[in-house]
C-alpha cells in the first residue's frame, strides 16, 4: 500500500511538472525592476534649492525633489548638470564645487567628488574616466581647465588647462571636444583635447558656443549664440550661427549664420533633426540642410524657456519662469505641435534627461 502510495505522488509531481514546462510560452517571469526612476524623464532644476523631478514615459507618474526623498539632503545649492555613465548618474553642482553619484535608477548616493574642482560645468565619459569643465574663478580669464576623474575611485587624477568658460564636453573618437560660451566674458572655441597625450587645440567658430551634437555625417554641429552684450556702452552684438565641424579633419567645412540681432539658444538633436529655439519658437531643420528655416513648428508663447529635448514623438521644454519660482516641463506632441503636458517640476527648471 505505501509503495502505490509513493507511486501515486511521485506520479502527480511528474505530471504536474511536465505540464508547466511543456510550453514557454506559458512561463510568466515578471520584469526586473532596475528601480523606482528607470523607464522616464528627469528633469534637473537649478534652485535653490535644488532639485530632480521624475516623470514616467507614460506620463503618469511625476515626483518632485527625488534626489532629497532618496537622501534626505538637497543635492548641492546649483545644479548645473547631469552626465550619465552605465548605472551612474553624476549630478554637477557648480557654486559648492561638489559632484555627487548616484545609481542612475534608485538615486542613493554612492559617492562624492568634492576636491579637485572649481566651478564645474558638464561631464562626460570614456574608458573609465569622467572628463568635468570647470570655470576655475569666474574673474580669472586664464584659470579654466579640464578635471579628469578617475571613476573607480572618485578622485580628480589631473587637469588639463583650457581657454576661458568651458561649458558643453563631448567625447569622440579619442578627442575630448569643449565648447567655451566664455563664463562671465564671450569666447568663441571649440577646444580638442588629444586623449593620447592630453594635448589640447582649437577650432574657432561663431561667438558663444554651447550645445554640440554629432550627427550622422561624422560632424561636430555647434549652436552659437552669438554675443549679445546689450549693457555694454556702446553695446557688443555678433552674429550667432549653426557651424558644422569635420571630425576626421577637426576643421570647420559649413557655416550656416544667423540675421544680426537673432540668438538661438537650447539645441537638441534626434532622429537626424536639428532643433533649436529662437524668439520663443521652435525650429526644425534636416542634419543635412544647407539653409535656415524661416518658419517654426512651435510657439511657447510668454515663457522663459530653459531647456528642450526631444524624444520619442515629443518636444520637451522647461520654463524657469521667474528664476526663482518653481517651474514647468512643457511637453508638445512632435506629430501635431499640440501642447499635451504640463508638469510643475522644481526652482530654476532647467535641462532634461531620459532615464
Not at 13 to 35: E, K, N
Not at 102 to 125: C, K, M, S, W
Amino acid at each position: 500500500m505505501k509503495n502505490l502510495l509513493k507511486f501515486l505522488t511521485f506520479s502527480l509531481l511528474l505530471a504536474l511538472v511536465t505540464t508547466s514546462c511543456s510550453s514557454d510560452d506559458d512561463l510568466v517571469i515578471p520584469p526586473v525592476s532596475l528601480g523606482d526612476y528607470a523607464n522616464g524623464i528627469i528633469v534637473s532644476a537649478e534652485g535653490g534649492p535644488a532639485s530632480i523631478s521624475y516623470i514616467s514615459n507614460d506620463f503618469s507618474v511625476i515626483e518632485n525633489n527625488v534626489y532629497e526623498n532618496v537622501n534626505g539632503e538637497a543635492p548641492g545649492v546649483y545644479l548645473q548638470s547631469i552626465g550619465f555613465n552605465n548605472n551612474e548618474a553624476y549630478i554637477v553642482s557648480d557654486n559648492v564645487n561638489v559632484i555627487n553619484v548616484v545609481n542612475r535608477y534608485t538615486f542613493e548616493n554612492e559617492g562624492v567628488i568634492a576636491t579637485g574642482l572649481q566651478t564645474p560645468r558638464y561631464i562626460d565619459f570614456v574608458n573609465g574616466k569622467g572628463y568635468v569643465s570647470n570655470w576655475g574663478d569666474g574673474s580669472d580669464t586664464s584659470d579654466d581647465f579640464i578635471a579628469v576623474i578617475d571613476l573607480a575611485t572618485n578622485t580628480v587624477e589631473t587637469t588639463i588647462p583650457i581657454g576661458e568658460g568651458p561649458e558643453r564636453v563631448l567625447v569622440h573618437n579619442g578627442n575630448v571636444y569643449v565648447s567655451h560660451k566664455g563664463g562671465w566674458n564671450v569666447n568663441n572655441i571649440i577646444s580638442v583635447i588629444d586623449l593620447s597625450d592630453n594635448s589640447v587645440s582649437t577650432i574657432t567658430v561663431n561667438d558663444t558656443p554651447d550645445e554640440m551634437i554629432i550627427n550622422s555625417s561624422n560632424e561636430l554641429v555647434v549652436l552659437s549664440e552669438g554675443a549679445n552684450l546689450y549693457w555694454q556702452t556702446p553695446p557688443v552684438e555678433t552674429q550667432a550661427s549653426i557651424t558644422k565641424i569635420d571630425l576626421a579633419t577637426n576643421t570647420v567645412s559649413e557655416t550656416l549664420t544667423f540675421a544680426n540681432g537673432a540668438h538661438p539658444s537650447q539645441m537638441a538633436f534626434d532622429n537626424g533633426t536639428i532643433y533649436y529655439v529662437l524668439n520663443n519658437e521652435v525650429f526644425a531643420m534636416s542634419e543635412t540642410e544647407t539653409t535656415l528655416p524661416t518658419a517654426s513648428i512651435i510657439n511657447l508663447g510668454a515663457i522663459t524657456t530653459y531647456g528642450l529635448a526631444v524624444n520619442d514623438g515629443n518636444v520637451y521644454v522647461t520654463d524657469a519662469k521667474d528664476f526663482s519660482s518653481v517651474g514647468d516641463l512643457l511637453v508638445y506632441d512632435l506629430g501635431s505641435t499640440v501642447l499635451i503636458n504640463t508638469f510643475e517640476v522644481g526652482v530654476n527648471a532647467s535641462k532634461i534627461y531620459f532615464n
